[in-house]
């Protein structure tokens, strides 16, 4: 059922379309040396300042560098940080999460008091005091991204696991001899896997504008390695003089971020899941 | 005499509820003092209403929960006192079917996945061809194999359940309540499936239900509970009853007959809070023969072929 | 006897789904009328055609007449049904648990209604309460009307929906398998208040519940639905003596009685068909004992049998 799921969402319009974008992005990124005639770290100040055109199709930058090309080598870096720290911050919330609510006791009432607290924090607070502490840089932003979002995967797997836990078909389990291994394994995490999958999905896209932000202040990725936040920031200084620098990296983070949100949308229809993430609320 | 496949002793079981920074905890007695013995091959009913402990028993035969005090012994071995590996042995024997066949089934299984699981948790090999004959035992085509659960019926669900409990072959399965959510003319299906699968397996069924009628159709032996304790043993299905509460459930029962009409004469009163039980006997508040003696002091089961917790029995 | 609810042949859809057809049922006042049938056999969608709540759920009436009181329901405007429901048509729902606001006073829920309907000051509205209560026989009226539904039990919970329904002393009650979510012998009591309210005033109860034993205990007349259409209709007297559908004989013979022979109880075969896969011919073909071949290909219709009707080729065959 959840194999399929996937590509029902791509059948409505609207995930059709987000799908298709987000694909278009995925693939730039992974094919960008192909894509590109132009390096993202040459410099050439000659042609700086370029308004689009049919040899640079979104310009260029203050450097003269193919803001395109800037832009496709940046979709590495952005989507890799925020997909690579959701990934790890999925990964540990169901650890914690699951075994918070599996063992209970003393573990879970710590475990609910940190997740309580950091949740009371603004995830961008939460990072940028971890980048503060780490120093800025790819590595940097994405263990800050990680833990800001870690209490949300804690909080809906432990929620999950908790409603799961009194379900007949568990007892029914441990009624044949099933050790805790097996329900964990084959019963509730596979059961809490989706709700928390497509929360993931969305929190990739909060996570693109996390890392944009800390590029924007010049604590992501350094310098030439470009970032869409980092471009972003270049080109707040010269809005009026070359439009196209800030804009062209904006609008791809609104859209990829709006993509992620629709795709999401239609994930969670056709999982048909809204009831259970609603509760895990 | 040889000794019975099961045998409970003394058995109760203390649930604490609440409590917390500002409510104190407070207690009940879901099961108190309960001693039952099931003979190999019988079919013993325990009845009652919503909170008499029925499932409760049913779970701590079973030792899907601790018991606060007492024992079971299944075929002369004490369960209460089992460690974990040989417990999960023993679970082969014993089984049990839930009363909701819509959450007794993981969502994300196939019938496959649901059939074969037994085997998975023992560590045993599944035979080929085992869950198309199993399938077959309780009437579902081969062909359903493949299906998850939310595909079937409730019928079917329940059948789908009773596979389950069934596929190691055990000596002994308790049905908590498998029709309670069906309609009655599943739910006689569903019987006659399970009576027929006790005389093909020679099986021994401890029935929970709340449905007397039912209860004295299925069962040899009638254990009749109301809150958390004995308050008669039936030694046969029909026998009259001698408890004023068996009665009042008999008589609350209503036969598809509409010649035996009678003026219904409803129990009085309510249900006590088990989390506040009075003194003397439990139902003394509703009892139409309770006396002062019921109020104040609780009546214990009786030693009798036909055992009753009461003062004034009928 | 004046006829108080009548459905002509009601047929009624959601969207392209037909889901009931040629319903036709008649309650007169102080009469008690079954309506059985197992899950899916469309008892609670009559329930909600019979009010004009169908729009609710998205249904409507494709064919035939709802008449309340010799009024045609559908020439009625909305504002005309929302007033007949509460006043003249109470309803009793199957689950008392929330059929209750759980954040008002009990007596509050139960004011409304006689103070909305009937007109009633605060003062009057709340002696009404308390003597309805007092009717349900509810132990200390008072007290239980400053209770909030989740002190009380089930129990009291579904005799505060009856008093509801009764607020504003209708013509007409529906009650919804009100006794499925209680114990035996909180349903005996739930069954002889409903009995002793229809004896005592004069109203008209129609009865949905899938217990054959309840319906023998209190109703006048018995409409059995199979599928969506009515398989046969009469007196309880005839009908549990002699059935003539094998549909109704089956479903009295799924309940185990005293003095049954072990293994004598089967069920009924099979299950009832999905509304997008009706078999044709008598819906009740595949799953019954006496079925032949014109049963597999027309639709028997629904013809005079005894004081009542039924639906069935082999009408009396069963018996």
Not at chain 1, 231 to 246: D, H, N, Q, T, Y
Not at chain 2, 123 to 150: C, I, N, Q, Y
Not at chain 2, 206 to 234: K, P, Q, T
């Amino acid at each position: 059922m959840s194999a399929a799921a996937p590509i029902r969402a791509l059948r409505r319009p609207s995930g059709g379309v987000a799908g298709l974008w987000l694909a278009l992005v995925a693939l730039a990124a992974v094919a960008a040396p192909l894509l590109t005639p132009y390096a993202y770290d040459v410099q050439a100040l000659r042609e700086a300042y370029q308004a689009p055109s049919a040899a640079h199709w979104l310009g260029t930058d203050e450097f003269g560098r193919d803001l395109l090309t800037r832009l496709i080598y940046g979709a590495r870096t952005s989507l890799s940080v925020s997909a690579t720290a959701i990934a790890i911050s999925v990964a540990c919330g169901m650890v914690l999460g699951a075994a918070a609510a599996w063992f209970g006791g003393w573990f879970d009432r710590a475990v609910t008091v940190v997740v309580d607290l950091t949740w009371s924090f603004p995830e961008i607070l939460i990072a940028l005091i971890l980048v503060a502490i780490i120093g800025p840089g790819t590595t940097g932003t994405m263990i800050a991204i990680s833990v800001a979002y870690l209490a949300q995967f804690t909080r809906l797997t432990r929620a999950q696991i908790m409603t799961l836990k009194g379900e007949t078909f568990i007892e029914a389990a441990r009624s044949l001899g099933a050790g805790n291994a097996h329900i964990l394994l084959r019963h509730l995490l596979p059961n809490a896997l989706a709700p928390v999958l497509v929360s993931a999905m969305l929190a990739t896209g909060d996570a693109i504008i996390l890392e944009a932000t800390l590029g924007f202040f010049g604590l992501g990725a350094q310098p030439p390695t470009p970032s869409w936040g980092g471009m972003m920031s270049a080109g707040s200084a010269l809005v009026f003089k070359a439009p196209w620098i800030i804009i062209f990296p904006g609008l791809t983070v609104a859209i990829t971020v709006i993509a992620i949100n629709l795709y999401g949308d239609a994930l969670i229809a056709a999982l048909d899941i809204r009831a259970k993430l609603r509760r895990a609320a | 005499m040889t000794e019975p496949l099961i045998l409970i002793e003394a058995l109760s079981k203390r649930f604490q509820s609440g409590g917390g920074l500002f409510a104190r905890p407070r207690a009940m007695m879901a099961v108190r003092d309960v001693s039952l013995s099931v003979g190999r091959g019988e079919v013993v009913g325990v009845v009652g209403e919503s909170g008499c402990g029925k499932s409760t028993l049913a779970r701590l035969v079973l030792r899907l929960i601790e018991p606060t005090a007492g024992t079971v012994r299944f075929d002369g071995t004490d369960l209460t006192g089992l460690p974990p590996a040989a417990l999960r042995r023993m679970r082969r024997r014993m089984a049990m079917v839930f009363q909701d066949p819509y959450s007794s089934l993981d969502p994300r299984y196939t019938l496959t996945d649901v059939l074969s699981e037994p085997y998975r948790v023992q560590g045993e090999p599944l035979p080929t061809g085992r869950v198309a004959e199993m399938l077959g035992a309780v009437g579902l085509p081969e062909a359903m194999a493949t299906s998850h659960p939310h595909q079937l019926s409730g019928g079917q669900r329940q059948r789908v359940g009773i596979a389950r409990a069934l596929a190691l072959a055990p000596d002994f399965v308790v049905l908590d309540e498998p029709t309670a959510s069906l309609d009655v003319s599943i739910q006689a299906q569903i019987i006659a499936l399970l009576s027929d699968l006790r005389d093909r397996l020679g099986l021994t069924y401890l029935f929970i239900s709340h449905d007397l009628g039912l209860v004295r159709y299925f069962c040899n032996r009638i254990v009749v509970m109301y809150l958390g304790a004995v308050v008669e043993v039936l030694p046969a299905a029909t026998a009259t009853p001698r408890h004023p509460y068996t009665q009042a459930l008999i008589a609350s029962g209503f036969v598809p007959d509409p010649a035996a009409r009678r003026a219904i004469v409803p129990v009085a009163g309510e249900v006590p809070s088990p989390f506040n039980l009075p003194p003397g006997c439990a139902f003394a508040g509703r009892c139409p023969r309770a006396t002062d003696q019921c109020r104040t002091t609780r009546p214990a089961l009786s030693d009798e072929a036909h055992p009753v917790a009461c003062f004034h029995p009928i | 006897m004046s006829t108080l609810l009548q459905l002509e042949s009601v047929g009624v859809s959601i969207g392209t789904v037909a889901l009931l057809e040629g319903i036709s049922l008649s309650v007169e006042r102080g009469q008690i009328l079954g309506l059985v049938g197992e899950s899916g056999s469309g008892k609670s969608l009559t329930a909600l055609a019979a009010m004009g709540l169908l729009p609710l759920i998205g249904g409507r009436i494709t064919t035939g007449q709802v008449r309340f009181d010799g009024q045609d329901m559908a020439a009625m405007t909305e504002a005309q049904r929302r007033a007949l429901r509460g006043r003249r048509i109470g309803f009793v729902t199957q689950n008392p648990m929330t059929a209750l606001d759980p954040v008002q006073r009990i007596g509050a829920q139960v004011d409304i209604v006689s103070r909305l309907h009937l007109g009633l000051s605060w003062q009057a509205a709340r002696a009404r309460t308390l003597d309805l209560l007092t009717q349900m026989r509810i132990p200390e009226p008072a007290a239980v009307a400053e209770a909030y539904p989740h002190q009380l039990s089930g129990g009291m919970k579904q005799r505060i929906v009856i008093a509801m329904a009764l607020a504003g002393d209708p013509d007409l009650i529906i009650a919804d398998e009100p006794t499925t979510a209680l114990d035996v012998t909180v349903q005996a009591q739930i069954i002889q208040i409903l009995g002793q309210i229809v004896r005592e005033r004069g109203a008209a109860l129609l009865l949905i519940t899938h217990d054959m034993g309840v319906v023998a205990q209190i109703c006048d007349r018995v409409a059995v639905l199979y599928a969506g259409r009515l398989a046969e209709e009469g007196p309880v007297g005839p009908i549990f003596a002699a059935p003539a559908h094998p549909y109704t004989r089956a479903l009295i013979g799924c309940i185990p009685q005293e003095g049954m022979a072990k293994g004598s109880l089967r069920g009924i075969p099979g299950a009832v068909p999905s509304a997008l896969a009706m078999p044709s011919g008598c819906r009740f073909n595949p799953r019954c004992p006496h079925a032949s071949a014109i049963c597999c290909e027309t639709a028997p219709s629904f013809a005079p049998f005894g004081a009542g009707g039924v639906a069935c080729h082999h009408a009396g065959v069963a018996s």
